[in-house]
């Protein structure tokens, strides 16, 4: 069984950066694709960034330029580093995987909360 789970979300100040991590645990024999993903009060979950196992990397026009995703496959964990956080970037940020042929898991999510 694989579990991801996700740590580094918080209270921030706008502008300020956090550090998102995904770990995944468990029985895995390859991860592929991972991202993640963001789900606001009221609004669908939305996508904020996905990274192949090569480290080719794919984000939502929103998060290009401030976000950035990457990966290190030896941890099984994936991160992405948040810079120039708005008030808007406020959601619960769920980590997804990839754990073989099309077997997706999910995060159990952290909050962020960005005040102005």
């Known amino acids: 069984q694989v579990q991801l789970v996700e740590s580094g979300g918080g209270l921030v100040q706008a502008g300020g950066s956090l550090r998102l991590s995904c770990a995944a645990s468990?029985?895995?024999?390859?991860?592929?694709?991972m991202g993640w993903y963001r789900q606001a009060p009221g609004k669908q979950r939305e996508l904020v960034a996905t990274?192949?196992?090569?480290?080719?990397?794919n984000y939502a026009d929103s998060a290009k330029g401030r976000f950035t995703v990457s990966r290190d496959n030896a941890k099984s964990t994936v991160y992405l580093q948040m810079n120039s956080l708005k008030p808007e970037d406020t959601a619960v940020y769920y980590c997804n995987a990839n754990v073989g042929g099309w077997n997706y898991l999910w995060g159990q999510g952290t909050q962020v909360t960005v005040s102005s």
């Open positions: 468990g029985n895995i024999f390859r991860l592929g694709l």
């Open positions: 990274i192949t196992a090569g480290g080719s990397t």
